[in-house]
């Protein structure tokens, strides 16, 4: 079948659902694709990646790069309007790189260490009610799995399969009734992932100032603003890979962001550049 009939094939059979998802047209029509989601979906391939727990900390990574290269660039621009001197800049900009970055970190630590324990108060009270009131837990279970469609002999045979293994039955609650993730974050790498986005493209702006205190280049402030801009827009263009975005929409729309930052910190700079 040629190209054109598979595209009118998948329309006919999943376009409405295709359209609404924002699917990517390829993804139907590349024989090599499909062969590939064929192999990756096989029983073994399927058994072998979820056998293994995984908690990714890149999104930690790309938030903790947002607010560093943003507030780094910020501080510089503003001791640039002020027409403060590179090393002072350099000052400023290394000041902020270690206390924010840090701040920020033992605030996504506090933040994680915070749900952690919530999620461990919560096993503990769930355990106490299936010792004590198991008909009642069984009966939640019952109804949170109707909600999902289960009905008839479906439902009582799901309903055991659940409630056959209290460990099984503890982590059903937490998940589907109450709204914790299926895997927790892990505090401190969490902090470490967020304060390690922050130090490596906050670092970026500062660079050209820390290179002209020692070799003296030309034009810091404009190299700055590059190397922010290229920051800005990586970071930008891996957080619409992971939510889904055109890379390029998202990393315009981050480097607006930090631009605007950059802009009014700038004018700020300016406006009280009397009182330095």
């Not at 359209?19 to 590349?30: M, N, R, T």
């Not at 989601?37 to 990714?56: I, M, T």
């Not at 938030?63 to 002072?88: E, M, N, Q, W």
């Not at 993730?181 to 892990?186: F, G, N, T, V, W």
Request: charged fraction near 20%; proline fraction near 4%.
């Amino acid at each position: 079948m040629g190209w054109a009939g598979r595209i009118n094939r998948v329309k006919g059979d999943h376009g409405p659902l295709r359209e609404s998802a924002g699917i990517d047209q390829a993804l139907y029509v590349d024989d090599n694709v499909e062969t590939s989601l064929d192999s990756d979906h096989s029983p073994s391939a399927v058994a072998e990646r979820l056998k293994v727990k995984k908690r990714s900390h890149i999104s930690d990574w790309v938030l903790g790069g947002i607010d560093g290269a943003v507030t780094t660039f910020a501080i510089a621009a503003g001791a640039l309007g002020a027409s403060l001197s590179a090393g002072a800049v350099v000052v400023l900009g290394v000041a902020n790189l270690l206390a924010d970055g840090l701040s920020m970190a033992a605030s996504r630590y506090a933040g994680a260490r915070t749900e952690l324990e919530r999620r461990q108060h919560a096993t503990a009270i769930e355990y106490r009610h299936i010792k004590l009131v198991p008909e009642g837990e069984r009966e939640e279970v019952r109804q949170l799995l109707a909600k999902k469609g289960f009905a008839g002999t479906d439902l009582d045979r799901a309903v055991a399969v659940v409630t056959a293994d209290q460990d099984r039955w503890v982590e059903f609650m937490l998940v589907e009734e109450l709204g914790f993730a299926p895997e927790p974050d892990e505090p401190a790498s969490a902090a470490i992932a967020t304060f390690l986005g922050f130090l490596v493209c906050g670092l970026l702006p500062l660079l050209p100032f820390i290179a002209d205190e020692v070799v003296d280049i030309r034009g810091p402030a404009f190299w700055s603003a590059a190397l922010t801009a290229l920051a800005f827009s990586v970071v930008g263009a891996v957080k619409g890979h992971l939510v889904g975005t055109p890379r390029v929409r998202a990393a315009l729309r981050t480097l607006a962001i930090g631009g605007t930052a950059a802009t009014v910190a700038f004018v700020v700079g300016v406006l009280l550049r009397d009182l330095v």
